[in-house]
């Protein structure tokens, strides 16, 4: 019994809630379940207090946003219009259902029985005890409506920042999806890294050679750093999944905070790609720096956990041991978003023996930047001068990076990440890095962002991994947001 609701628990959070069946089916109920309480035997009385209900639902979603992101911005950055008008619509919907819930009336029974004083007692009891069954189901569907109301408008606000694709997504739950990797091959490197570089022009792709790539989960073991990760996610391209496949190059990737370890969504990019280069596309390894309390840990070593330790002496040789991949840094790229973004500069510009590649999709500027006096006391001990020491542009300032590749992406309606991409760009051209800046047209700090800049930013690494014509930035099949 226990293994079957197990599996029922898996596959609940496997549901799929930006496209499929269950956002819709939550809208509809939501509607319906407001068109009910609103149209429910209204009264002058009842209308006035769904009107009432309503507007205290638009102050209490104006209330929040001048908490949570005028005062204690708590996430760096405006969420955009989109979202607050969401999320007042949400709250008023669930108060004008919260107004029906407690609506107040005087039983039908009552008035008659005032109407025809003459009329008995007993008469008066049957409407009066029907009046009281049909509040208890007004009741009912009114608290019924305000969960799906509130349902919905949590799908529809995930939905427009488009990155938990399932309810275990949006639940920090990582779904274990335990991935068969093919061996590592054994042949020279040496000759193998150096084919590489024509690897787009020598590849011929076999007849059998899957469409897309595949994802799943696999454990890190964290031996040297102790930290406590969920289990990191996978992507297999296209090319990886033949008979005898070559050596790719590897993509080392980091979601924002709170976030998931999800190969899904740079999977699907990935794939676009690999559909327009006969299946090759880099091996991507998705690794969980914020940890199973889902912290923003800057990706240093800290009493929050040695992350960066994890991430170099447990991640990085069991990529080495376990994925068919190539040994040289040219091919080995760190990327990340948000607060992903700032570790993959960070470790890209520290480590050029290991990564010659950097993508930093809407990246922040340093270490915690969304509440730096609690990143001061939290991560670095109150001592400002190792604070200072780990943020990217004090890094970029004392080192000398002639052989790697960095790419810094934003959205121009993200403002505030557009400044720091532009900064960490100048600062990346300064070291000697081949430095590009992608200014998206539009997509915030959202899905959108997200998406174009991981194409943004792959376009160009794509010829640097030599998996497309060199001196051209690559073009995917399709594109994805």
């Not at 898996?10 to 069946?21: C, E, H, N, T, Y």
């Not at 002058?44 to 638009?58: E, K």
């Not at 309390?293 to 929050?304: A, I, R």
Request: hydrophobic share 50%.
């Amino acid at each position: 019994m226990s293994d079957f609701f197990a599996g029922l628990w898996s596959a609940l959070l496997r549901v799929q809630i930006i496209d499929g069946p269950v956002p819709v089916v939550a809208y509809a109920l939501a509607a319906v379940g407001l068109a009910v309480t609103l149209l429910w035997r209204p009264t002058r009385r009842s209308l006035l207090g769904a009107l009432l209900g309503a507007v205290a639902g638009v102050l209490v979603a104006v209330g929040l946003w001048a908490v949570c992101i005028r005062w204690l911005n708590l996430f760096g950055v405006g969420l955009g219009l989109a979202i607050y008008a969401l999320l007042a619509a949400t709250l008023a919907g669930a108060g004008v259902a919260v107004a029906a819930l407690f609506r107040r009336g005087k039983p039908r029974g009552v008035q008659a029985r005032r109407s025809y004083p003459d009329a008995s007692p007993e008469a008066d009891a049957r409407p009066g005890r029907a009046a009281r069954g049909g509040d208890l189901t007004r009741r009912v569907v009114a608290a019924v409506t305000v969960v799906a109301v509130m349902a919905a408008g949590t799908l529809a606000i995930n939905a427009v920042f488009g990155l938990n694709r399932t309810l275990g997504n949006l639940l920090n739950i990582v779904v274990e999806d335990p991935l068969a990797l093919p061996e590592a091959s054994a042949s020279d490197t040496s000759a193998e890294d150096a084919a590489a570089q024509r690897l787009w022009s020598t590849w011929t792709a076999p007849a059998d050679m899957p469409t897309k790539g595949t994802t799943g989960t696999v454990a890190i073991p964290n031996t040297a750093s102790g930290f406590n990760a969920r289990n990191a996610g996978v992507y297999l391209p296209p090319a990886a999944l033949t008979a005898s496949p070559p050596k790719l190059p590897v993509v080392l990737m980091m979601m924002g905070h709170p976030g998931n370890p999800d190969p899904g969504p740079i999977g699907q990019v990935m794939d676009a790609y690999a559909a327009n280069h006969n299946g090759l596309a880099p091996i991507v390894v998705v690794v969980d720096q914020v940890g199973v309390d889902v912290q923003d840990t800057g990706c240093v070593d800290s009493p929050l956990g040695k992350v960066r330790t994890y991430l170099l002496d447990d991640v990085v040789p069991w990529m080495r041991s376990n994925l068919n991949v190539l040994s040289d840094p040219r091919f080995w790229t760190i990327a990340g978003y948000s607060s992903g973004g700032q570790c993959a500069i960070s470790l890209g510009a520290e480590h050029p023996e290991v990564f010659r590649g950097v993508v930093s999709v809407s990246g922040e500027e340093f270490p915690g930047s969304t509440n730096p006096d609690a990143t001061l006391k939290q991560l670095f001990g109150g001592d400002a001068a190792l604070f200072e020491q780990a943020k990217p542009l004090t890094i970029l300032a004392h080192t000398h990076l002639p052989d790697s590749t960095a790419v810094f992406t934003a959205a121009k309606d993200d403002p505030v990440f557009l400044a720091v991409a532009r900064k960490l760009a100048a600062a990346a051209e300064k070291a000697g890095m081949a430095s590009y800046l992608r200014e998206l047209p539009k997509g915030g700090h959202t899905g959108p962002g997200f998406y174009g800049g991981l194409f943004a930013g792959f376009a160009v690494m794509y010829p640097v991994w030599g998996l497309s014509e060199p001196g051209k930035e690559a073009v995917p099949a399709y594109t994805v947001s």
